[in-house]
């Protein structure tokens, strides 16, 4: 039991570094009222607003790998 | 057009493991149109190259450069200077492309990035299909603008054989029988009597390999 504690311990300190791009019009509207609902994601999400995310091209998703980001996700 | 194919990543990868420098040069005609190969593909062959070497802890150089044409040599002008500073070229163009750059940077190591498929069209977004094979003897004069040489899994420059079933071919059932294409084409025409004549065994001959041709204008050149 003291190892599985200490394994989701582990999992805990691990904050992966996410991107987010985001359509202006629908999710970055969402993430907007989330804030004035006072509702918190982590500081490790960054987002990018887009105009609209049918512009995301496979070479957009890379980059931010290469940049460092753990995991990339596109909402629009 | 020329369609090709990327090769699986890893098979790439394997071809520039242990370089320092890497160059990937995209070919900005047909592989661009088929998606294989132009300016797009190249940025993401690169930065795969990048991410892969960076999770192996490695410091490789991955530059990317996309020139118009791979099989004109005037269009590498732009690169001769460069070129000395890599270690590899990968070549996202058709095997003629590689080819040239391969003979005109021949100090450099010059890998494909690309299975060359045929020469085709495009059906619609994203599909291709093969319609020329180069046979230097145009049959398409007689046969309704379908070529069976291509077309047909066997050929025939006289057709459809036993093996046509309800328009579909004996090899692969899905895939349409030309000689039947053919007939429906001219019949549509008014030409049927077309398919009666009797065409000579194919002359091979002329599919000479490699082939060179030269432009009646620059005949002189050649004497």
């Known amino acids: ?76 | 057009m020329i369609v090709g194919q990327r090769k699986p990543f890893d098979e790439i990868k394997s071809y520039v493991d242990g370089c320092q420098r890497i160059l990937v040069l995209g070919c900005g005609t047909c592989v661009a149109v088929c998606m294989a190969g132009g300016e797009k593909e190249v940025q993401i062959l690169a930065s795969q190259l990048r991410i892969a070497f960076k999770e192996e802890g490695k410091d490789v150089q991955v530059d990317e450069e996309t020139i118009l044409r791979q099989c004109d040599r005037e269009y590498f002008d732009t690169l001769k200077d460069r070129v000395d500073k890599y270690d590899v070229v990968i070549s996202m163009a058709c095997g003629a492309g590689v080819q040239l750059a391969a003979e005109l940077f021949p100090h450099r190591v010059v890998v494909p990035a690309l299975n060359t498929t045929f020469i085709g069209i495009a059906e619609k977004e994203g599909v291709w299909s093969e319609k020329c094979r180069a046979c230097s003897n145009c049959l398409l004069a007689e046969t309704g603008g379908i070529c069976p040489i291509t077309i047909c899994p066997k050929g025939l420059v006289n057709g459809p054989c036993g093996g046509t079933n309800h328009g579909k071919c004996e090899v692969d059932k899905n895939k349409d029988c030309a000689w039947t294409l053919i007939y429906r084409r001219l019949e549509g025409q008014g030409r049927l009597e077309k398919i009666r004549e009797i065409h000579p065994p194919k002359n091979y001959k002329v599919q000479t390999t490699p082939a060179t041709i030269w432009h009646a204008a620059y005949r002189e050149e050649e004497a």
Do not use: N, W
Request: contains cysteine.
């Open chain 1, 1 to 76: 039991m003291e190892k599985k504690g200490a394994e989701e311990g582990a999992e805990m300190s691990y904050e992966p570094k996410i991107a987010a791009f985001c359509c202006t019009y629908c999710a970055y509207s969402a993430a907007d009222l989330a804030g004035s609902m006072r509702l918190q994601y982590p500081p490790t999400v960054r987002m990018v607003k887009l105009l609209c995310t049918g512009k995301v091209e496979p070479i957009h998703l890379l980059k931010a790998f290469e940049a460092g980001a753990d995991a990339v996700f596109v909402a629009g």
